[in-house]
C-alpha cells in the first residue's frame, strides 16, 4: 500500500472555517479501490457510538471549540485517528457549505467506519442541541411574556453584541492579509448593509472575484506560510491503511446524489402535498433548504440573510426574536445554526394553518432541522473520495479565499443589524436611489441593554470569559434588571 507523505499543507497549522492554502505542486497519493472497516479496525462500532455522545455534549462554543473537542478527544487521547489526517478532512470540510464541525465529524465518522459511522457521528452531534432548543423554544413561547424570562432573554440578547464583535475580529484576523481581501471585506459590508443586495448574491460575486484574481493576479492573495517542523501529534492507533476508502466513480456519485436528494427532498413534498404550497411548513422547508446550499463561512455569514428573510419578508418572528434565538442557540451545545430551529417554531407557532399550534410548531422545527443537516450529509458523502484533487485546486482555494473576505463583511453587517434592533426600540427605514438601510432613532436608545452589552464586552476581551459563561453572567445582569423594575425590553 502506497502510504501519503506529509506535505507542507498537511504539517501547517489550519484555521478552523477559513480556507486551505493550495500546494504549489499538488501530492496526491494513490486512492485504494476498496479498503473497508475489517477486524483490523482497532475501534468497535459500540465504543465509536458511546464516544461521539460524549464529544456531543460537548460541543458547545463555536466551531472552534467544537473542532478543539474532537482535536482532543480524536486524535490526543483516544489517538483513533492522526493529526496530519484530522487535519486532511478538516481542509476538506472548510470548503463546503454548512457547519464545518459537524461535517467533520460526520467525515471522520465515515473514515473509522463508512457510511454508518458518519450518520452515527454527525447525527449525535446536532441530537443534544435539537432537543434543548426545542425545550427552550417552547418556554420562551409559553412563557415568554412574564417579566423574568423576558428580563433574562434580554440579557442573553445584549450579550449577543458582544460575541458578534467578537467573531468579526476574529475571522478579520485570520482572512484579512492584503488589501484585495479587505476591500472585498468592506465592500460586502456595504453592499448588504447600505444597498440591501441580497446574500447570496454577494458570497456568488465574492467567490467570483477572489477567483478572477487568483487566476489573473495571485500576489493580491498571498499565501500563509506553513509551520515549521515534522506531522504533530503522537501515531494513531489506526493506521491510515485501515481507514475507510471508497474509489470516486460516476456510478458511485449518482447513487449517493440519488439517495441524498431523495431524503432532503421527499419530507417538503410530502408536506407541501398535505399541507399546501402556501403553508408555512412548504415555505420553511423551500427556504431553509435553499439557505443550507449558500451557508459559506459559517452561521454568523448566513444568520444575515435568515434574519433579513425571516423577519422582513415571512415574518416569522420580531427582529428582538431573531436576536433571542441567537443567545439561546449560544448556550446550547451543537452548531450555532440550529438557531433555525427556533424560527420554524415560532413561526409555526403563529401561523399554524389548520393544525394545534404546538404540534405545527414542533413538526416545523423538526423538518427544517433536517432540511438544514440532510445536506452536510450529502456534501461529505458524496465529494469524500475526491478530497484529494479538491484539496490541490488552485482555483477553488482562491474563489473561497473571496469568500471568506466576504464573510467578515457579512458577520459585520450582522451585528449592526443585532444592535440597531437590540439597543433601540425605533428606527426607521432610509430608502434613496440605490441606498436602503435601517436608521435608528437615538431618542429611543436603551441604557440596559447597552450596559449589558457592554459588561459582555469587557468579559470577553478584557477577562477572556468563554462565550457560555460571559452569557451565564449577562442572563443574571438582564433577570436583576427586570426585577428591579429598569426597562430592559
Not at 20 to 37: H, K, W
Not at 141 to 162: K, M, N, P, R, Y
Not at 276 to 295: I, N
Not at 471 to 480: E, F, K, T
Request: glycine content about 10%; aromatic content about 8%; charged content about 10%.
Amino acid at each position: 500500500m502506497t502510504r501519503e507523505t506529509p506535505s507542507e499543507q498537511d504539517t501547517a497549522p489550519l484555521t478552523p472555517g477559513l480556507a486551505p492554502d493550495p500546494d504549489p505542486v499538488p501530492s496526491q497519493a494513490p486512492v485504494p479501490t476498496s479498503i473497508r472497516p475489517s477486524e483490523q479496525t482497532a475501534v468497535a462500532f459500540g465504543t465509536a457510538v458511546r464516544a461521539w455522545f460524549l464529544i456531543s455534549l460537548q460541543t458547545f462554543g463555536g466551531p472552534a471549540g467544537q473542532i478543539a473537542v474532537m482535536q482532543r478527544t480524536l486524535v490526543d487521547e483516544k489517538r483513533w485517528i492522526g493529526q496530519r489526517r484530522f487535519l486532511h478532512a478538516l481542509n476538506y470540510c472548510t470548503l463546503l457549505p454548512g457547519p464545518e464541525a459537524q461535517q467533520l465529524a460526520t467525515y471522520v465518522g465515515w473514515l473509522l467506519h463508512g457510511t454508518r459511522g458518519g450518520l452515527v457521528a454527525g447525527g449525535l452531534f446536532v441530537l443534544p442541541g435539537v432537543v434543548a432548543l426545542l425545550a427552550l423554544s417552547a418556554v420562551y413561547v409559553a412563557f415568554g411574556d412574564t417579566t423574568a424570562i423576558t428580563a433574562v432573554f434580554a440579557g442573553l440578547a445584549a450579550a449577543v453584541l458582544a460575541i458578534v464583535v467578537q467573531a468579526v475580529i476574529r475571522v478579520a484576523r485570520k482572512a484579512l492579509d492584503s488589501r484585495a481581501l479587505i476591500a472585498i471585506a468592506v465592500a460586502s459590508f456595504a453592499a448588504l448593509a447600505l444597498f440591501g443586495v441580497p446574500f447570496p448574491i454577494v458570497v456568488a460575486l465574492a467567490g467570483l472575484t477572489g477567483w478572477a484574481l487568483g487566476r489573473w493576479r495571485p500576489s493580491a492573495l498571498p499565501r500563509k506560510k506553513a509551520a515549521d517542523g515534522p506531522d504533530a501529534g503522537s501515531a494513531p492507533v489506526i493506521s491510515d491503511d485501515v481507514l475507510h476508502h471508497e474509489t470516486p466513480t460516476t456510478r458511485r456519485t449518482l447513487k449517493v446524489l440519488l439517495v441524498g436528494l431523495l431524503v432532503w427532498g421527499v419530507p417538503v413534498a410530502v408536506v407541501a402535498l398535505l399541507t399546501g404550497a402556501g403553508s408555512v411548513f412548504t415555505e420553511q422547508g423551500l427556504f431553509f433548504s435553499g439557505a443550507a446550499v449558500v451557508t459559506f463561512g459559517g452561521a454568523y455569514a448566513v444568520l444575515a440573510y435568515v434574519a433579513q428573510q425571516a423577519v422582513e419578508v415571512y415574518g416569522w418572528l420580531g427582529p428582538r426574536e431573531m436576536v433571542r434565538g441567537l443567545a439561546l442557540a449560544e448556550t446550547t451545545p451543537g452548531p450555532l445554526i440550529m438557531v433555525v430551529q427556533f424560527v420554524a417554531f415560532l413561526g409555526a407557532y403563529r401561523n399554524p394553518g389548520a393544525l394545534d399550534p404546538w404540534v405545527a410548531a414542533v413538526l416545523a422545527s423538526l423538518l427544517v432541522t433536517w432540511v438544514t443537516f440532510v445536506p452536510s450529509f450529502l456534501f461529505v458523502f458524496l465529494g469524500a473520495p475526491y478530497m484529494e484533487r479538491l484539496r490541490g485546486n488552485r482555483s477553488l482555494s482562491a474563489a473561497l479565499s473571496g469568500i471568506t473576505a466576504a464573510v467578515v463583511g457579512v458577520i459585520a453587517n450582522l451585528g449592526v443589524y443585532f444592535a440597531v434592533h437590540t439597543l433601540f426600540n425605533e428606527t426607521r427605514h432610509v430608502a434613496s436611489g440605490p441606498l436602503a438601510f435601517e436608521l435608528p432613532d437615538p431618542a429611543t436608545l436603551r441604557p440596559v441593554p447597552l450596559v449589558i452589552a457592554l459588561v459582555a464586552a469587557v468579559l470577553l476581551f478584557r477577562v477572556k470569559w468563554s462565550v457560555l459563561r460571559t452569557l451565564g453572567v449577562c442572563a443574571l445582569l438582564g433577570l436583576a434588571a427586570g426585577l428591579a423594575g429598569l426597562p430592559v425590553s
